[in-house]
């Protein structure tokens, strides 16, 4: 358990409160990284820049793998409560800046921004749950967390669609206000007892400077090869030169920082290297499902928004019924192999 909670215990009622008033922030992060994908095709229009369509998405994405870990880090020192609503009032700024975009650089600047919003909604609230909950009780509160999750991932077609459809694709954003608003009032009446950190620790700025440097320039370069330049361009190739050097220069630093942004260490416990190594594998399946077939079957098949999005819908229901199987196995059986 971190510092910033070994003296503070939650009675079972408790850490269902807090974990529902978690589910909101997750949710809202899990849904904007697919809600968009149906709306790309009228938002390009309307925005005139189809040459900027696919960075609408990466964008958000690159910006929320940067954050992530230093959305962690910056929760042990300043404390999860602090992080969360900070995230959401990002959040809620960046999607009111997506709603009112006129051009597609400003779309992607907003996204950008969202993005890092996203990354502490998602990072620092599944870091509560592990803050508040113990080993074996984890598992059932997990498949909570991940069902969440991955109905807002595989549902937001859905909803953009919909939205797209019937509304504007400007209401995916707008909708974003009333759900930032109920995250904040339920997280913050839910997070009352967690406290502040007393132990002021170091910041190590050096390493979130590189690690943010090297995985932009690494996403940036698997991004171009993703919107059709060559994987052996030279610009790629310059690019997956800069990061490799940059993120050895991160490794070297976090060996030699007192507090490190991601202690390397972890990566020796072979539950931690396999558990990434599978996250990695599974969210690649995932965002290529949610977010290529329906942006492939409006372009190829000229299918409308909310027909695009009706061919998720078996997706939609079985991750979280999957989910939910796995955490309540884990729990009832307490082996997580």
Not at 128 to 145: A, H, K, L, N
Request: glycine content about 8%.
């Amino acid at each position: 358990m971190s510092d910033s909670s070994s003296t503070i215990t939650f009675t079972h009622r408790e850490a269902k409160r807090v974990v529902l008033g978690l589910l909101v922030a997750i949710f809202l992060g899990g849904l904007e990284q697919t809600i968009v994908a149906v709306a790309l095709p009228l938002m390009s229009a309307d925005l005139s820049g189809v040459e900027y369509l696919a960075w609408v998405i990466s964008g958000y994405l690159i910006a929320m793998t940067v954050a992530t870990p230093i959305y962690g880090k910056l929760g042990d020192i300043y404390g999860r409560r602090l992080m969360l609503f900070s995230a959401i009032v990002i959040f809620l700024l960046s999607s009111v800046l997506c709603a009112m975009a006129t051009t597609m650089p400003v779309m992607i600047l907003a996204r950008v921004i969202q993005g890092v919003g996203g990354a502490g909604l998602l990072a620092v609230s599944q870091t509560i749950v592990g803050d508040i909950i113990s080993p074996r009780d984890r598992g059932r509160y997990q498949g909570y967390i991940s069902t969440a999750f991955a109905i807002a991932s595989v549902t937001g077609p859905v909803v953009g669609g919909l939205l797209t459809e019937y509304i504007s694709w400007r209401w995916i954003f707008w909708i974003n206000v009333p759900l930032c608003v109920l995250a904040y009032l339920t997280a913050r009446r839910a997070l009352d007892k967690l406290p502040i950190p007393k132990l002021r620790r170091s910041i190590d700025y050096l390493g979130a400077l590189l690690l943010t440097i090297g995985l932009t320039i690494l996403l940036i370069a698997i991004s171009r090869v993703g919107h059709g330049t060559a994987l052996t361009e030279s610009l790629n190739l310059l690019l997956y030169g800069v990061s490799v050097a940059v993120l050895a220069s991160f490794i070297w630093q976090e060996k030699r920082a007192p507090d490190p942004v991601i202690p390397l260490m972890l990566l020796r416990n072979r539950a931690v290297a396999a558990s990434s190594l599978m996250l990695f594998i599974a969210f690649i399946q995932m965002i290529c499902m949610t977010i290529l077939i329906p942006l492939r079957l409006q372009m190829l098949t000229h299918a409308g928004a909310d027909e695009a999005a009706v061919q998720l819908l078996p997706l939609s229901l079985s991750i979280p019924v999957g989910a939910w199987i796995a955490g309540s196995l884990m729990t009832k059986l307490g082996h997580y192999r």
